[in-house]
């Protein structure tokens, strides 16, 4: 009886963070729509606290941060991202583009050489 007790309670409590993920997705999506970058960021930062290991919850955090202009904080995700994966392509397509707005051409075009064998 315990047992069936137990099951139950884990599955309602798996079946609520499913939909309690399902809203923050909506809500993230919302901030990204509206251009919200900052929130979005931030949001994302609340969902998911450090460590993060994950390279879509690191790209996504990048990205927003990205939008919203804080290219130096943005581009410590994209690295996070780089040294689990040196060849993640978006990710060296995003660090040439920082390096870019950041009026760093020299490491815009190393990021860029990296991909050309990709």
Request: hydrophobic share 40%; aromatic share 8%; no cysteine.
């Amino acid at each position: 009886m315990r047992i069936i007790v137990l099951l139950s309670i884990l599955l309602l409590s798996l079946k609520g963070s499913a939909q309690n993920a399902a809203a923050d997705n909506l809500l993230i999506l919302e901030l990204l729509q509206n251009q919200r970058y900052d929130e979005a960021a931030e949001t994302l930062k609340k969902i998911y606290p450090e460590p993060i290991y994950d390279t879509k919850i690191l790209s996504r955090i990048g990205y927003s941060l990205r939008m919203a202009g804080k290219l130096s904080e943005a581009e410590t995700y994209y690295l996070r991202i780089l040294e689990q994966d040196p060849a993640e392509i978006s990710s060296l397509f995003s660090m040439a583009g920082i390096s870019q707005r950041k009026g760093n051409f020299v490491k815009a075009k190393e990021y860029y050489k990296q991909i050309l064998p990709i």
